[in-house]
């Protein structure tokens, strides 16, 4: 007997698979890899993340983004600094720079989202997601 939730799994792999080239389109038109431009748009916050919450959130190694943190400093996008609370952690802290290019990757996946997805309710569909992103994230 099928249930609600038999689509789900599908459904979401579609999802994510049309996401990522999406963010893997805009982000090589910055010269970024889909992944350094994720790490960027994760810099926004009030305090700067550590690279061990970078990795966990990016859902890889913290050498894994040693080696995208070191591309994007000789790029002039971000900056390490020592967390003044703790001197062993690290915190990656955009530039100025870094900071433009965060803001125009997002414009550009705002722009694309509105573009392929006319006369969808935008504000339904951003409570659908956002209440997804959390109800997942709370039982990773």
């Given at each position: 007997?099928?249930?609600?939730?038999?689509?789900?799994?599908?459904?979401?792999?579609?999802?994510?698979?049309?996401?990522?080239?999406?963010?893997?389109?805009?982000?090589?038109?910055?010269?970024?890899?889909?992944?350094?431009?994720e790490l960027?748009?994760?810099l926004g916050?009030?305090?700067?993340?550590?690279?061990?919450?970078?990795?966990?959130?990016?859902?890889?190694?913290?050498?894994?983004?040693?080696?995208?943190?070191?591309?994007?400093?000789?790029?002039?996008?971000?900056?390490?600094?020592?967390?003044?609370?703790?001197?062993?952690?690290?915190?990656?802290?955009?530039?100025?720079?870094?900071?433009?290019?965060?803001?125009?990757?997002?414009?550009?996946?705002?722009?694309?989202?509105?573009?392929?997805?006319?006369?969808?309710d935008r504000?339904?569909?951003?409570?659908?997601?956002?209440?997804?992103?959390?109800?997942?994230?709370?039982?990773?």
């Open positions: 007997m099928p249930t609600d939730d038999q689509g789900l799994a599908p459904a979401f792999a579609r999802l994510h698979r049309e996401i990522s080239a999406l963010y893997t389109s805009i982000a090589r038109r910055l010269e970024l890899t889909s992944q350094q431009a960027l748009c994760l916050a009030d305090r700067p993340p550590s690279f061990g919450e970078l990795a966990a959130t990016l859902g890889c190694d913290k050498t894994n983004v040693t080696g995208m943190v070191d591309r994007l400093e000789r790029r002039g996008l971000l900056v390490r600094e020592t967390d003044p609370g703790d001197r062993r952690v690290t915190r990656a802290v955009p530039t100025e720079q870094g900071s433009a290019v965060r803001h125009k990757f997002r414009a550009e996946l705002e722009h694309e989202l509105a573009r392929r997805l006319p006369g969808i504000t339904r569909l951003i409570g659908l997601v956002t209440a997804t992103a959390t109800a997942l994230a709370e039982h990773r």
